[in-house]
Protein backbone atom coordinates (compact mmCIF):
# COMPACT_ATOMS: atom_id res chain seq x y z
CA UNK A 1 0.00 0.00 0.00
CA UNK A 2 1.13 3.49 -0.72
CA UNK A 3 1.54 6.56 1.59
CA UNK A 4 -1.45 8.30 -0.23
CA UNK A 5 -3.56 5.22 0.01
CA UNK A 6 -3.07 5.45 3.70
CA UNK A 7 -3.42 9.16 3.90
CA UNK A 8 -6.61 8.88 1.83
CA UNK A 9 -7.94 6.82 4.70
CA UNK A 10 -7.32 8.92 7.38
CA UNK A 11 -8.44 12.53 4.89
CA UNK A 12 -11.78 12.81 7.49
CA UNK A 13 -10.12 12.72 10.60
CA UNK A 14 -6.86 14.91 9.41
CA UNK A 15 -9.05 17.84 7.98
CA UNK A 16 -11.45 17.83 11.69
CA UNK A 17 -8.27 17.98 13.82
CA UNK A 18 -6.81 20.80 11.06
CA UNK A 19 -10.10 22.99 11.09
CA UNK A 20 -10.14 22.39 15.40
CA UNK A 21 -6.16 23.86 15.50
CA UNK A 22 -7.30 27.08 14.43
CA UNK A 23 -3.57 28.58 15.09
CA UNK A 24 -0.70 27.71 12.58
CA UNK A 25 1.52 26.57 15.10
CA UNK A 26 -1.11 23.41 16.63
CA UNK A 27 -1.13 22.42 12.83
CA UNK A 28 2.40 21.91 12.65
CA UNK A 29 1.66 19.55 15.12
CA UNK A 30 -1.33 17.75 13.80
CA UNK A 31 0.60 17.68 10.17
CA UNK A 32 3.40 15.88 12.50
CA UNK A 33 1.87 13.33 14.26
CA UNK A 34 -0.53 12.84 10.93
CA UNK A 35 3.42 12.42 9.66
CA UNK A 36 4.24 9.46 12.03
CA UNK A 37 1.29 8.05 11.58
CA UNK A 38 1.89 7.70 8.01
CA UNK A 39 5.62 5.91 8.81
CA UNK A 40 4.59 3.75 11.19
CA UNK A 41 1.94 1.91 9.00
CA UNK A 42 3.75 2.31 5.76
CA UNK A 43 7.00 0.45 7.75
CA UNK A 44 4.46 -2.40 9.04
CA UNK A 45 3.83 -3.55 5.68
CA UNK A 46 7.15 -2.97 3.65
CA UNK A 47 9.38 -5.31 4.18
CA UNK A 48 12.43 -3.64 1.97
CA UNK A 49 15.17 -1.96 4.38
CA UNK A 50 15.88 0.27 1.28
CA UNK A 51 12.31 1.75 0.96
CA UNK A 52 12.04 2.08 5.13
CA UNK A 53 14.98 4.02 5.22
CA UNK A 54 14.16 6.13 2.30
CA UNK A 55 10.74 6.78 3.44
CA UNK A 56 11.71 8.03 6.57
CA UNK A 57 14.73 10.95 5.64
CA UNK A 58 11.99 11.72 3.21
CA UNK A 59 9.31 12.23 5.96
CA UNK A 60 11.94 14.29 8.32
CA UNK A 61 12.88 16.44 4.96
CA UNK A 62 8.75 17.40 4.87
CA UNK A 63 8.50 17.72 8.82
CA UNK A 64 11.59 20.37 8.75
CA UNK A 65 9.26 21.91 5.91
CA UNK A 66 5.69 22.12 7.66
CA UNK A 67 6.45 25.67 9.25
CA UNK A 68 7.47 27.03 5.72
CA UNK A 69 3.70 25.92 4.22
CA UNK A 70 1.57 29.15 2.92
CA UNK A 71 -1.40 27.55 4.31
CA UNK A 72 -3.09 30.98 5.55
CA UNK A 73 -6.75 31.22 6.05
CA UNK A 74 -8.90 34.06 7.40
CA UNK A 75 -7.54 36.66 9.39
CA UNK A 76 -9.33 37.80 12.40
CA UNK A 77 -8.58 41.12 14.94
CA UNK A 78 -10.17 41.99 17.86
CA UNK A 79 -10.09 45.42 19.39
CA UNK A 80 -10.05 45.54 23.23
CA UNK A 81 -10.07 48.46 25.58
CA UNK A 82 -12.16 51.43 26.15
CA UNK A 83 -13.94 52.50 22.76
CA UNK A 84 -15.58 55.49 24.20
CA UNK A 85 -18.77 54.14 22.02
CA UNK A 86 -22.57 55.65 23.62
CA UNK A 87 -20.73 58.30 26.14
CA UNK A 88 -21.72 62.01 25.32
CA UNK A 89 -18.16 63.33 24.84
CA UNK A 90 -19.25 66.98 24.42
CA UNK A 91 -23.13 68.33 24.36
CA UNK A 92 -24.53 70.04 21.73
CA UNK A 93 -26.35 72.86 24.09
CA UNK A 94 -24.73 75.74 25.93
CA UNK A 95 -25.14 75.27 29.86
CA UNK A 96 -27.29 78.52 30.79
CA UNK A 97 -24.44 79.60 33.03
CA UNK A 98 -22.63 81.01 30.38
CA UNK A 99 -25.68 83.48 29.70
CA UNK A 100 -25.91 84.48 33.14
CA UNK A 101 -22.05 84.91 33.51
CA UNK A 102 -22.26 87.03 30.71
CA UNK A 103 -24.45 89.39 31.08
CA UNK A 104 -23.73 89.64 34.61
CA UNK A 105 -19.83 90.57 33.68
CA UNK A 106 -21.49 93.22 31.18
CA UNK A 107 -23.25 94.32 33.42
CA UNK A 108 -20.72 95.05 35.81
CA UNK A 109 -18.32 96.36 33.60
CA UNK A 110 -21.10 98.82 32.75
CA UNK A 111 -21.40 100.05 35.94
CA UNK A 112 -17.45 100.28 36.85
CA UNK A 113 -16.91 102.43 33.56
CA UNK A 114 -20.06 104.77 34.02
CA UNK A 115 -18.73 107.07 36.62
CA UNK A 116 -15.90 107.39 34.10
CA UNK A 117 -17.65 108.89 31.31
CA UNK A 118 -20.30 110.39 32.78
CA UNK A 119 -19.93 114.14 33.00
CA UNK A 120 -21.92 115.02 36.26
CA UNK A 121 -19.43 112.24 38.24
CA UNK A 122 -16.54 113.78 36.34
CA UNK A 123 -17.79 117.33 37.47
CA UNK A 124 -18.20 116.04 41.37
CA UNK A 125 -14.95 114.75 41.27
CA UNK A 126 -13.09 117.89 41.84
CA UNK A 127 -15.42 118.53 45.36
CA UNK A 128 -14.49 114.55 46.60
CA UNK A 129 -11.34 115.18 48.84
CA UNK A 130 -10.80 111.30 48.92
CA UNK A 131 -10.11 110.51 45.54
CA UNK A 132 -9.12 107.25 46.09
CA UNK A 133 -12.09 105.73 47.51
CA UNK A 134 -13.88 107.37 44.63
CA UNK A 135 -12.55 105.42 42.40
CA UNK A 136 -12.07 101.78 44.13
CA UNK A 137 -16.06 101.22 43.86
CA UNK A 138 -15.90 101.47 39.79
CA UNK A 139 -12.51 99.70 39.67
CA UNK A 140 -14.12 96.94 41.81
CA UNK A 141 -16.97 96.58 39.33
CA UNK A 142 -14.93 96.11 36.12
CA UNK A 143 -12.98 93.37 37.74
CA UNK A 144 -15.96 91.60 39.32
CA UNK A 145 -17.07 92.44 35.55
CA UNK A 146 -14.20 90.75 33.84
CA UNK A 147 -14.20 88.14 36.48
CA UNK A 148 -17.38 86.89 35.26
CA UNK A 149 -16.99 86.98 31.56
CA UNK A 150 -14.09 84.34 31.76
CA UNK A 151 -16.06 82.29 34.18
CA UNK A 152 -18.73 82.44 31.30
CA UNK A 153 -15.88 81.68 28.04
CA UNK A 154 -14.85 78.61 30.48
CA UNK A 155 -17.92 77.20 30.73
CA UNK A 156 -18.42 77.55 26.93
CA UNK A 157 -15.68 75.84 26.22
CA UNK A 158 -16.18 72.53 24.99
CA UNK A 159 -13.97 69.92 26.42
CA UNK A 160 -12.28 67.37 24.32
CA UNK A 161 -12.47 63.83 24.96
CA UNK A 162 -9.08 62.02 25.06
CA UNK A 163 -8.73 59.33 22.74
CA UNK A 164 -9.54 55.89 24.19
CA UNK A 165 -6.73 53.24 24.66
CA UNK A 166 -7.24 50.49 22.44
CA UNK A 167 -5.28 47.31 21.71
CA UNK A 168 -5.38 44.91 19.22
CA UNK A 169 -5.09 41.24 19.13
CA UNK A 170 -4.52 38.99 15.78
CA UNK A 171 -5.51 35.37 14.99
CA UNK A 172 -4.48 33.97 11.47
CA UNK A 173 -6.87 31.14 11.34
CA UNK A 174 -5.42 28.27 8.67
CA UNK A 175 -7.13 27.12 5.54
CA UNK A 176 -7.65 23.01 6.54
CA UNK A 177 -8.43 22.28 2.61
CA UNK A 178 -5.36 23.80 1.24
CA UNK A 179 -3.08 22.27 4.11
CA UNK A 180 -4.70 19.39 3.48
CA UNK A 181 -3.58 19.46 -0.54
CA UNK A 182 -0.33 20.73 0.12
CA UNK A 183 0.21 17.66 2.14
CA UNK A 184 -1.11 15.13 -0.48
CA UNK A 185 0.89 16.71 -2.68
CA UNK A 186 4.13 16.71 -0.56
CA UNK A 187 2.94 12.44 0.34
CA UNK A 188 2.34 12.00 -3.58
CA UNK A 189 6.27 13.12 -4.04
CA UNK A 190 7.10 11.09 -1.34
CA UNK A 191 5.33 7.75 -3.22
CA UNK A 192 6.97 8.76 -6.48
CA UNK A 193 10.30 8.62 -5.21
CA UNK A 194 9.79 5.23 -3.50
CA UNK A 195 8.42 4.11 -6.83
CA UNK A 196 11.84 4.83 -8.40
CA UNK A 197 13.34 3.42 -5.76
CA UNK A 198 11.23 -0.09 -6.22
CA UNK A 199 12.08 0.09 -9.61
CA UNK A 200 16.11 0.19 -9.00
CA UNK A 201 16.19 -2.93 -6.99
CA UNK A 202 13.88 -4.80 -9.53
CA UNK A 203 16.59 -3.57 -11.94
CA UNK A 204 19.27 -5.02 -9.95
CA UNK A 205 17.90 -7.89 -9.24
CA UNK A 206 17.43 -8.43 -13.04
CA UNK A 207 21.25 -8.04 -13.53
CA UNK A 208 22.03 -10.26 -10.69
CA UNK A 209 19.99 -13.24 -12.62
CA UNK A 210 22.36 -15.83 -13.71
CA UNK A 211 25.33 -14.99 -11.27
CA UNK A 212 26.62 -18.01 -8.87
CA UNK A 213 27.74 -16.80 -5.84
CA UNK A 214 28.09 -12.95 -7.05
CA UNK A 215 29.75 -13.89 -10.77
CA UNK A 216 29.00 -15.13 -13.88
CA UNK A 217 29.82 -18.53 -14.93
CA UNK A 218 32.12 -19.43 -17.48
CA UNK A 219 31.11 -21.13 -20.42
CA UNK A 220 33.55 -23.52 -19.42
CA UNK A 221 31.41 -24.23 -15.96
CA UNK A 222 28.15 -23.87 -18.05
CA UNK A 223 29.70 -26.82 -19.83
CA UNK A 224 30.15 -29.23 -17.37
CA UNK A 225 26.79 -28.33 -16.02
CA UNK A 226 25.04 -28.97 -18.29
CA UNK A 227 27.02 -32.29 -19.28
CA UNK A 228 26.20 -33.40 -15.87
CA UNK A 229 22.46 -32.97 -16.07
CA UNK A 230 22.45 -34.52 -19.57
CA UNK A 231 24.35 -37.41 -17.88
CA UNK A 232 21.64 -38.06 -15.31
CA UNK A 233 18.16 -37.85 -17.78
CA UNK A 234 20.38 -40.60 -19.59
CA UNK A 235 20.02 -43.04 -17.25
CA UNK A 236 23.31 -44.38 -18.33
CA UNK A 237 26.07 -45.34 -16.49
CA UNK A 238 29.12 -45.14 -17.79
CA UNK A 239 28.10 -41.93 -19.76
CA UNK A 240 27.41 -40.97 -16.44
CA UNK A 241 30.62 -41.60 -14.94
CA UNK A 242 32.65 -40.36 -18.28
CA UNK A 243 31.52 -37.01 -17.75
CA UNK A 244 32.57 -36.78 -13.94
CA UNK A 245 35.49 -37.77 -14.86
CA UNK A 246 35.43 -34.50 -16.86
CA UNK A 247 35.16 -32.69 -13.58
CA UNK A 248 38.41 -33.85 -12.50
CA UNK A 249 40.38 -32.48 -15.81
CA UNK A 250 38.81 -29.25 -15.59
CA UNK A 251 39.28 -28.49 -12.29
CA UNK A 252 42.72 -29.45 -13.07
CA UNK A 253 43.24 -26.46 -15.65
CA UNK A 254 42.06 -24.86 -12.39
CA UNK A 255 44.90 -25.74 -11.12
CA UNK A 256 42.79 -27.68 -8.03
CA UNK A 257 43.48 -31.28 -7.27
CA UNK A 258 41.18 -33.59 -6.27
CA UNK A 259 43.25 -36.00 -3.86
CA UNK A 260 41.98 -39.48 -3.15
CA UNK A 261 42.79 -40.79 0.76
CA UNK A 262 46.35 -42.01 1.69
CA UNK A 263 48.14 -42.07 4.63
CA UNK A 264 50.47 -38.39 3.72
CA UNK A 265 46.91 -36.99 2.76
CA UNK A 266 44.78 -38.57 5.67
CA UNK A 267 45.02 -35.04 7.14
CA UNK A 268 42.76 -33.63 4.05
CA UNK A 269 40.22 -36.23 4.92
CA UNK A 270 37.03 -36.56 7.48
CA UNK A 271 37.17 -40.33 8.90
CA UNK A 272 33.86 -42.41 9.32
CA UNK A 273 33.41 -45.61 9.80
CA UNK A 274 32.87 -48.15 7.18
CA UNK A 275 32.99 -51.90 5.45
CA UNK A 276 35.55 -50.77 3.47
CA UNK A 277 38.88 -48.39 3.61
CA UNK A 278 39.50 -45.76 0.98
CA UNK A 279 37.94 -42.55 -0.38
CA UNK A 280 34.13 -41.72 -0.10
CA UNK A 281 34.90 -37.76 -1.62
CA UNK A 282 38.18 -36.74 -2.69
CA UNK A 283 39.32 -33.37 -1.12
CA UNK A 284 40.53 -30.29 -3.02
CA UNK A 285 43.50 -29.03 -2.83
CA UNK A 286 45.13 -25.91 -4.26
CA UNK A 287 48.80 -25.38 -4.64
CA UNK A 288 49.01 -27.49 -1.26
CA UNK A 289 46.67 -25.59 0.76
CA UNK A 290 43.33 -27.25 1.74
CA UNK A 291 40.15 -26.15 -0.27
CA UNK A 292 38.02 -28.65 0.68
CA UNK A 293 37.68 -31.72 2.91
CA UNK A 294 37.33 -35.11 1.05
CA UNK A 295 35.45 -37.93 3.40
CA UNK A 296 36.98 -41.31 3.78
CA UNK A 297 36.45 -44.46 5.63
CA UNK A 298 38.39 -46.59 7.92
CA UNK A 299 36.92 -50.28 7.04
CA UNK A 300 36.37 -52.46 9.67
CA UNK A 301 38.80 -55.09 10.59
Not at 58 to 85: C, F, H, N, Y
Not at 161 to 185: G, H, I, L
Not at 205 to 212: F, H, T
Request: glycine content about 8%.
Amino acid sequence: MKLIDILEKDKDNLLTELAASKAAERAVRVLENELDKLLLMYNEQCSNDRERDAAAYMMQAIRLSLPLADSVGETKVWETGDTGEGKDKSKGGVNPLVFLFLIGGLVLCGLGLFPFIAPAFNDGLDSIKNFDAALLKPIGFAAGGLASMFIAGLLARRKRAKAPKRSQRVEVQVDSNKVYRNFRNAILSVDQSLEEIRSMERWDKRDEAGLIDGHKPSSSELDIFSDLLAASYSKDAEYALEKIDEIKYYLHKQQIEAVDYSEETARYFDMMPGRYEGTIRPALVADGNLLRKGIASTGSK
